[in-house]
């Protein structure tokens, strides 16, 4: 019997209690299309196959064993045992983390060393790096002229986000669906949006503002509602998840919070 979210999340409180992950947070990420639990409530791994025409590739969502089975090989059991489904399912290539759309993590924190030394040992090869920024809710800024920003009660930031970064449509949609959209309107359209508690309760984004109006304090002002939402939820501070433009933030006064190793096995 597969295990069910309350489990899990039972699991990865023992596991990582740190994390604050919420039976909702793991039935969103490790439940949803094409993705598969193995193992129980002694130690569970989370796998997402996804294939894109010839390509196939699969992902390492989630690793937990209780602190009770730790230092006896089941998380490594965990792991071969995924890549054995991988393998079986026609991946190339099994990562960890970064499962867009639905991920818990970008990537392996590098605080975590004992399953760094677990990956590093089981083969898989390092190629990049990704970062989380941690910002008070206190932020605010007020949307340039002629721009209002509102929570996302229609079709204005999901059809921005079809047009311009479509690798975001999933959770934007999402987080319109949830009322954790919000969007800019401008010149007669929606000029920008951004999102908070998509994957992960109080983690913000995706957020991203039209090409063509970037750079004209739009983003700042849509930065400024998630706070505010997650202010009257009674959040003090909040992860921006996976961060692109590091620069952008940091001016809002931002810091890198937690880094997080990208890394592979070839199957």
């Known amino acids: 019997m597969t295990l069910a979210p309350d489990g899990l999340a039972q699991l990865v409180a023992a596991a990582l209690p740190e994390e604050g992950l919420t039976a909702d947070d793991l039935e969103t990420c490790c439940y949803g299309p094409d993705t598969q639990v193995v193992g129980d409530e002694h130690g569970a791994a989370v796998l997402t196959v996804k294939g894109t025409g010839a390509f196939t590739a699969a992902w390492l969502v989630l690793l937990a064993v209780h602190p009770d089975d730790q230092r006896r090989g089941r998380a490594r059991e965990l792991v ?41 040992a089981m083969g898989f090869e390092p190629y990049g790096a990704a970062c989380n920024m941690a910002i008070t809710t206190s932020f605010r800024a007020d949307a340039p002229a002629g721009v209002v920003v509102e929570r ?27 009322g954790t959209c919000y969007a800019a309107r401008g010149d007669g359209g929606t000029v920008g ?10 983690w913000i984004g995706p957020m991203a503002s039209d090409p063509e109006r970037q750079r004209g304090g739009v983003g700042r002002s849509l930065l400024a509602a998630v706070c505010a939402a997650l202010a009257q939820a009674g959040r003090g501070d909040a992860d921006i ?27």
Do not use: M, Q
């Not at 393998?87 to 639905?102: E, F, K, Q, W």
């Not at 949006?193 to 109080?202: D, I, K, L, P, T």
């Open 152 to 178: 996302e009660d229609g079709d204005g930031a999901t059809a921005l986000a079809a047009g311009c970064f479509p690798h975001w449509c999933d959770e934007v949609e999402r987080s319109v669906a949830a």
């Open 80 to 120: 071969a045992e995924c890549a054995r489904l991988a393998r079986t399912s026609g991946a190339v290539d099994l990562h960890l983390g970064t499962a867009i759309p639905r991920y818990v993590w970008p990537g392996v924190d590098f605080r975590f060393t004992a399953a760094l030394a677990l990956f590093e």
């Open 241 to 267: 998840a996976w961060v692109g433009p590091i620069g952008f933030y940091a001016k809002a006064g931002a810091t890198v919070s937690r880094v997080f190793r990208n890394a592979k096995l070839a199957l």
């Open 193 to 202: 949006f951004a999102c908070h508690s998509v994957n992960r309760a109080g």
